[in-house]
């Protein structure tokens, strides 16, 4: 399965400190290959996304046709999903 990923997520992947940049890189082969890893769906405003959890870091993405996985915003695990659904509904408006 092939990955893209949003402006965001390739800043934040190249801000990361090198172990890490490391593990997250692992977890993304991880569920790019074998849709392995932390995973759950979203719900509510962010139905149709899932979260990847690597330690104290969250990935939120999404399936495309292709078969492709979209990484749409990576931050904080605490934090992730507060600000991801604030930047869904700036870019709706």
């Known amino acids: 399965m092939r ?3 949003s402006e965001q997520v390739q800043q934040w992947l190249a801000a990361l400190p ?3 940049k490391r593990r997250v890189r692992l977890a993304l082969r991880e569920l790019a290959s074998h849709s392995r890893g932390d995973v759950l769906p979203l719900q ?5 996304f899932y ?3 690597v330690g104290g870091y969250r990935i939120v993405y999404s399936h495309h046709p292709g078969p492709m996985i979209r990484l749409e915003y990576a931050d904080l695990r605490e934090f992730v999903d507060e ?3 604030r930047m869904l509904k ?3 408006d």
């Not at 509510?44 to 149709?48: C, Q, V, Y």
């Open 3 to 5: 990955t893209s990923a």
């Open 18 to 20: 090198p172990e890490a």
């Open 44 to 48: 509510a405003e962010l139905d149709g």
């Open 51 to 53: 979260r990847l959890r």
């Open 83 to 85: 600000r991801f659904l």
């Open 90 to 92: 700036e870019s709706s």
